[in-house]
């Protein structure tokens, strides 16, 4: 019996060889592969039980090789290889991060000074240097921003701006611009896309609720980006909005808004809550905003591609 088992294992383990080799012959037929194995100079009997996954790791190779920076990225990991390397006599593989990841980590450090929430990769990047100079309409908000950034924290009577324009005239990547101008020089500020942060907020447990509703209230600096397109409930108005410009306005922590609505629509959304009318209370809201900003409005194209 035990010559048996012992026959049939061998042939198994045969069989198995056989295999391994079959596949590794067959994936060596690919030039990437072939390179990726020359150059990591192991026994072929060792390297054949690694197919696959060495084959994976020239896929990745090759789509680096013809990789002209991150954006066109063809990678499971964005901006990382998926690598072998010999260690101890061991063939291990990690994601090892390329070079043009390397240089666009080095330009967005000063990102970590920004809490972005629900802020699209675009906006997040926006750059003064970048900003489009081909249109009049923003001229004058580019120039606020200018002086904003220059003046932060020399001016305290300085004041954020309540932009209003149509649904992509580059509100909110002028604003952004801007922060990611004053994150380089140190300064933290928090970007929140009105409509979403109020359903995060909805839906969190309390300590994270209290922690999120405090940092907004006391970041530096603040854009409430799309004010006006959330639905208004009284708690969204009354026990988020309000304390938040209440807070901001007394202790004069810069703030921006970007809307859609002019600061007159604003007041009349605010106004109504389930078919209750509040004309006082919107109106006392929209005096808070206009303490805490200059009003500005950008009339142009729709530069959403
Ligand atoms: P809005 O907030 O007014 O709806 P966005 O700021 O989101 O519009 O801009 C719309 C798109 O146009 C974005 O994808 C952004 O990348 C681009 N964009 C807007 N303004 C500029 C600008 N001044 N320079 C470069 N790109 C811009
Ligand atoms: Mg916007």
Redesign the pocket.
């Known amino acids: 019996m035990k010559k048996v088992l012992e026959e049939l294992n061998d042939n198994g383990f045969k069989s198995l060889n056989y295999n391994l080799d079959l596949e590794y012959d067959k994936a060596l037929e690919n030039e990437d592969f072939k390179k990726l194995v020359t150059d990591l100079k192991l026994a072929r009997k060792f390297l054949i039980k690694y197919t696959s996954i060495l084959e994976k790791s020239s896929k990745e190779y090759a789509n680096c090789s013809k990789c002209k920076g991150i954006f066109e990225c063809k990678n499971k990991i964005l901006g990382h290889c998926y690598v072998p390397k010999v260690e101890d006599d061991k063939l291990i593989f990690e994601y090892k991060i390329c070079k043009y990841n390397i240089d666009l980590e080095e330009k967005r450090k000063h990102q970590k000074n920004i809490y972005f929430s629900h802020v ?1 990769e ?2 997040k990047n ?1 750059s003064i240097e ?3 100079m081909n249109d009049k309409a ?1 001229f004058d908000v580019i120039e606020y921003l200018q002086k904003f950034i220059n003046d932060y924290q020399k001016k305290k009577e300085m004041k954020g701006l309540y932009l209003n ?1 149509s ?8 604003v952004s611009a801007a922060f990611n101008e004053l994150a380089k020089k140190g300064y933290k500020s928090a970007i929140i896309f009105w409509p979403e942060f109020l359903q995060e907020l909805r839906s969190s447990f309390e300590s994270d609720f209290k922690e999120k509703f405090d940092y907004i209230k006391k970041v530096p600096l603040l854009l409430i980006d799309d004010i006006g397109a959330e639905s208004v409930t009284e708690w969204a108005r009354d026990d988020i909005f309000c304390p938040i410009v209440q807070y901001r306005m007394e202790n004069h922590l810069k703030t921006f808004f ?1 809307s859609n609505l002019t600061l007159e629509e604003l007041e009349e959304h605010f106004s109504v809550t389930k078919g209750k009318v509040d004309s006082v209370k919107a109106k006392r809201i929209i005096e808070r905003v206009r303490q805490l900003t200059s009003d500005m409005s ?1 009339i142009s194209k729709n ?3």
């Open positions: 699209p675009d906006i926006a970048d900003v489009y923003r324009g649904f992509g005239c580059g509100k909110t990547y002028l970007t950008i530069l959403r591609k």
